[in-house]
């Protein structure tokens, strides 16, 4: 019979069964790939929220599938609000077909509290019959935004034209007040931008969370105002992404794009809470600036990629996504959980890649 259950005990060597797992199930595409987690499960779990659950599905005792509902204080419409986050559903090869996907779901998301989720726009499956199939077990999700996932190649810093008078620097300590009012100000103009109540509380997000840095942190200024900051996440050592085959065309591309070989890791360095002053009309300028220092220190630092998320209706998508190689497209979907609030929003989402 199978069990789906609350996981108990999620550190050390507890957690092997789960890094097993998702190694053995790659995601398909022209790059097959799939995650490691050289750690342990928690080192990047801990990072993508303030607590997070993990269910399982066993049958006697053997590890079927599991699925992660991951916690966070965001802001909505100007207020903290607790959402929550579905994601990492693995389901082992051999008990695929059972619907154990469908029981992990609805166990998770079974919140008093809105669930968010992101599914690729080629993941017809799910677009097309799951959400049917989940609605029917009281999981109501409905497509809301869409997130637009850009990666760009490494190149030689570029400053952007016209963008005389802005001037762009790594952080030090003494910004983190100027970069914590920025946050704010910024998370007036986005929904779900993570929530900090407390100058310290913001500070170690800088200094707490595995490859992230304030010398990884560039800030724009105009003149003495701090208009626009964007932090490199280097997650490789709590998640790598490795290589496990490549179609036809993409051997061939690889030797133009320098892509790693089978079995070796895909570099990607992301973005870690971007944000701009949007009442600044350089602030566009800005945020360019900031990716041409993101794809700079991703050459320095022999990065495959710099990968940058955008809700499709931001206004500086459009102007960004020009300098983009590839733009992958990722449906938000939402079950507001009968919250009101959450019925639409009229302000862009605040999306991060690294996160998911």
Not at 45 to 69: H, M, P, V, Y
Not at 83 to 106: E, F, H
Not at 126 to 141: A, M, P, Q
Not at 168 to 180: F, G, K
Request: aromatic share 10%.
């Amino acid at each position: 019979m199978i069990k789906i259950q609350l996981a108990e005990s999620l550190s050390g060597n507890n957690t092997q069964p789960y890094l097993d797992l998702i190694r053995q199930t790659p995601v398909p595409g022209a790059i097959s790939y799939h995650y490691e987690r050289p750690v342990n499960y928690d080192a990047f779990a801990k990072t993508q929220g303030t607590n997070f659950q993990l269910w399982e599905a066993r049958e006697n005792d053997s590890l079927l599938g599991f699925t992660q509902i991951t916690f966070d204080q965001v802001t909505w419409n100007n207020n903290p609000v607790t959402v929550s986050y579905s994601g990492d559903t693995r389901i082992a090869m051999a008990a695929r077909g059972k619907k154990i996907s469908d029981s992990l779901i609805q166990a998770a998301c079974n919140q008093n509290v809105p669930v968010f989720g992101a599914v690729l726009g080629t993941n017809k499956i799910v677009l097309h019959k799951k959400l049917d199939d989940w609605d029917s077990l009281g999981i109501h999700f409905k497509e809301f935004a869409k997130l637009k996932a850009m990666l760009f190649r490494p190149a030689a810093f570029k400053s952007p034209k016209n963008a005389m008078g802005l001037f762009c620097r790594s952080a030090h300590e003494s910004d983190i007040p100027a970069m914590y009012h920025l946050w704010k100000s910024y998370s007036e103009t986005r929904n779900l931008p993570r929530y900090y109540d407390h100058l310290d509380r913001f500070a170690n997000s800088y200094f707490q969370t595995p490859g992230v840095s304030l010398d990884q942190t560039f800030l724009v200024f105009d003149g003495i105002s701090l208009i626009a900051m964007l932090s490199i996440w280097n997650q490789t050592k709590i998640r790598k992404l490795v290589v496990n085959e490549k179609n036809a065309w993409m051997k061939m591309a690889s030797k133009l794009l320098y892509l790693p070989k089978v079995g070796e890791e895909i570099k990607i360095l992301y973005s870690f809470q971007h944000a701009f002053l949007e009442r600044n009309k350089l602030h566009s300028l800005a945020l360019q600036t900031l990716v041409s220092k993101a794809r700079n220190y991703s050459l320095m630092n022999k990065a495959h990629f710099f990968s940058l998320g955008l809700d499709a209706k931001d206004p500086v998508f459009p102007t960004i996504q020009k300098s983009a190689l590839i733009t992958n497209t990722a449906r938000i979907i939402l079950d507001p959980r009968e919250n009101q609030d959450f019925s639409t929003s009229n302000l862009p989402l605040h999306l991060e890649v690294g996160m998911g």
